[in-house]
């Protein structure tokens, strides 16, 4: 998969990028990054990528022509699956979206910043908004951060244990069980004896038990979805 990111702020993504299960994706060669700044694309003496909104209000604006020319050279280089604007009116992401967009090929996250970006570009340009949660952010670089560790350890070959990002949490609308490490005893705190029996089954009927409780008592809307 390749994840072209455009952002005025690329060297945010240096931290949550360079540890764990995205570091490995990068070095396995399953995953390429790269970003775009709107700031080399800018066309005015200044460099400047914002400007006054029309009809007067306060906050800048995201102009169009920086950000349509970067998605415009990106797309003369290959075709893309889908461009994606990460901003709080966008539709809410969850693990199904995480999950499609992990089949993907090729993907276009766009970072706003002040009081948005040009409708403009949205309109034409723009194939899904996505959102991550309803509250508001300074700009879209921590969303799409978010965004691509949810699709990244996803991908085949990322994760070493195969089948772990199945048993997440959401994955079949549920929630995850607890969870249990040595030692067995911890100022008389015990772990359940299920989970010392050795026995696979009642293992995993009391781990389907406890995500159904979970669920039920945490997200009861998962179920009834
Ligand atoms: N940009 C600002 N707030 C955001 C949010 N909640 N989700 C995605 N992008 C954003």
Same mark, same amino acid.
């Given at each position: 998969?390749?994840?072209?990111?455009?952002?005025?702020?690329?060297?945010?993504?240096?931290?949550?990028?360079?540890?764990?299960?995205?570091?490995?994706?990068?070095?396995?060669?399953?995953?390429?990054?790269?970003?775009?700044?709107?700031?080399?694309?800018?066309?005015?003496?200044?460099?400047?990528?914002?400007?006054?909104?029309?009809?007067?209000?306060?906050?800048?604006?995201?102009?169009?022509?920086?950000?349509?020319?970067?998605?415009?050279?990106?797309?003369?280089?290959?075709?893309?699956?889908?461009?994606?604007?990460?901003?709080?009116?966008?539709?809410?992401?969850?693990?199904?979206?995480?999950?499609?967009?992990?089949? /993907?090929?090729?993907?276009? &996250? *766009?970072? $706003?910043?002040? !009081?948005? @970006?040009? #409708?403009?570009?949205?309109?034409?340009? =723009?194939?899904?908004?996505?959102?991550?949660?309803?509250?508001?952010?300074?700009?879209?670089?921590?969303?799409?951060?978010?965004?691509?560790?949810?699709?990244?350890?996803?991908?085949?070959?990322?994760?070493?244990?195969?089948?772990?990002?199945?048993?997440?949490?959401?994955?079949?609308?549920?929630?995850?069980?607890?969870?249990?490490?040595?030692?067995?005893?911890?100022?008389?705190? /015990?772990?359940?004896?299920? &989970? *010392?029996? $050795?026995?696979? !089954?009642? @293992?995993? #009927?009391?781990?389907?038990?406890?995500? =159904?409780?979970?669920?039920?008592?945490?997200?009861?809307?998962?179920?009834?979805?």
């Amino acid at each position: 998969m390749r994840l072209d990111i455009i952002t005025i702020f690329p060297t945010m993504f240096d931290s949550p990028f360079s540890y764990s299960i995205i570091k490995r994706a990068k070095e396995k060669g399953l995953i390429e990054i790269n970003f775009i700044n709107p700031r080399d694309y800018a066309t005015n003496k200044h460099k400047s990528v914002d400007d006054y909104s029309y009809g007067g209000g306060a906050g800048m604006v995201m102009m169009i022509e920086p950000i349509a020319r970067c998605i415009e050279k990106l797309q003369k280089e290959r075709t893309y699956d889908e461009i994606i604007y990460l901003c709080p009116d966008g539709r809410l992401m969850d693990q199904q979206t995480a999950n499609l967009l992990s089949m /993907k090929m090729n993907l276009i &996250l *766009l970072c $706003g910043h002040y !009081k948005g @970006i040009d #409708e403009r570009i949205r309109e034409h340009y =723009i194939t899904t908004e996505i959102s991550i949660g309803n509250y508001v952010l300074s700009g879209g670089e921590l969303a799409a951060a978010v965004l691509t560790d949810s699709i990244v350890r996803l991908l085949p070959g990322v994760l070493s244990d195969e089948t772990s990002a199945l048993s997440d949490s959401f994955q079949n609308n549920l929630l995850s069980p607890p969870v249990y490490t040595r030692p067995r005893e911890f100022k008389g705190l /015990k772990v359940p004896e299920v &989970l *010392l029996s $050795g026995n696979e !089954k009642e @293992i995993q #009927e009391w781990r389907l038990q406890k995500a =159904i409780e979970r669920t039920k008592e945490r997200r009861p809307g998962l179920i009834d979805n």
